[in-house]
């Protein structure tokens, strides 16, 4: 038995709004300068060539040109190397 009566639905119950991360632009689209390619949590993506990282991990364009993504080995601090997304802006 329960030692007190149920006082309706814990606070915090509701889900939280969702963030809308992700790709903006795709490979091939067009961009200008400041506009935000890829919005993400962390560094999944890298930036590359015209690609600048914002201070909430966000990707944007600082030339105008196209998007393109490819993929690099990079070097971690003990040597081992592990393969990296990169966004590009050529």
């Known amino acids: 038995m329960a030692h007190v009566k149920q006082k309706g639905g814990?606070?915090?119950?509701?889900?939280s709004i969702?963030?809308?991360l992700g790709?903006?632009?795709f490979g091939g689209q067009k961009v200008r300068?400041?506009?935000v390619i890829v919005r993400q949590r962390g560094t999944?993506?890298?930036?590359?060539?015209?690609?600048r990282r914002?201070?909430?991990?966000?990707?944007?364009?600082?030339?105008?040109?196209?998007v393109t993504f490819s993929t690099k080995l990079r070097?971690?601090?003990d040597g081992s190397r592990r393969r990296v997304k990169v966004v590009s802006v050529k």
């Open 54 to 66: 914002g201070k909430d991990d966000t990707l944007y364009a600082v030339q105008e040109g196209i």
């Open 33 to 35: 300068p400041g506009m």
């Open 10 to 15: 814990f606070k915090g119950s509701g889900d």
């Open 75 to 77: 070097t971690r601090f």
């Open 23 to 25: 790709v903006k632009l």
């Open 44 to 51: 999944k993506m890298h930036p590359g060539e015209n690609v």
């Open 18 to 20: 969702s963030k809308r």
